[in-house]
């Protein structure tokens, strides 16, 4: 299998299951791996991504394979799981204790991960930083493979990233069933984060939220950006009075499953080469709805 990600590309020739012709199609693969290529989204049909393995067929469409999605399993990282891989970038799932890129000689980054898992498999590239996660929040990820993808999503982000959320546990009874925070942030020299109602010569900050679960003590919100600033939703949340649950930076001591309880679960956006959707989201973490449900 050629490692740049390139595609298997196949004609319909009879009506049947989407996974029944991937199984004919794709000699020497198990159910089981077929049904990971599709959830990973390395399946497409008539150029449009898709993850149902009962999608019914019908003669001359087209359906795309990607053979990238084969060499997911030799990335072993506790760390940084990869959900998506084609010839341009990679959307990975990042776990807390891990930065996005070097801060240090020796810190442990997601771009080390990849660069050797790209070197592993053969594959000619680098991992070109997009966008970050803090240290200690877990999440959906994006990492370019080369300088010109790399560039259109920066320069074309907010046009490309289409729904982008979070999920935190926060500290006390949220009673609203939504809202909207806004404020100015800037950071001091300790890079501390401080936020103003009006303009303190930091850069305007939009959080948009709305209440999954409550309980006594603790609530699970959803956040939708409307930008992408440092420590955005940590901020904002203490702001209000419900600081995120294990912040140590922005919070008020309670910390309930030892780590930060936040999590960029969904990621939606126009593949900046292809112009295909792209959607992924994960799970909920358990622990955060634990700490809502036991109470």
Known sequence: MNPMGDYARFTVEREQPLLEFLLENMKGTSRTKVKAVLKGHGVSVNGKTVTQFDMLLHPKMKVLVSKTKRNMETLQSRYVKIVYEDQWLVVVEKNIGILSMAAGHSSLNVKAVLDNYFQKTKQKCKAHVVHRLDRDTSGLMIYAKDMKTEQKLEQEWHDIVYDRRYVAVVSGCVEQEGG????????????????????????????????????????????????????????????????????????????????????????????????????????????????????
């Open 180 to 295: 909207t925070i806004s404020s100015w942030l800037k950071d001091n020299k300790s890079y501390f984060t401080y936020s103003s109602p009006v303009d303190n010569g930091g850069k305007y900050a939009v959080t948009h939220f709305h209440t999954l679960r409550r309980s006594r003590h603790y609530s699970l919100l959803e956040f939708v950006l409307e930008t992408g600033r440092k420590n955005q939703i940590r901020v904002h949340t203490a702001d209000l009075g419900w600081p995120v649950c294990g912040d140590v930076k922005y919070g008020n001591g309670d910390d309930p499953i030892g780590r930060l309880c936040l999590h960029a679960y969904m990621l939606c956006f126009d593949h900046p080469v292809t112009h295909q959707k792209m959607e992924f989201s994960t799970p909920v973490p358990a622990a955060f709805l634990n700490i809502v449900n036991k109470e």
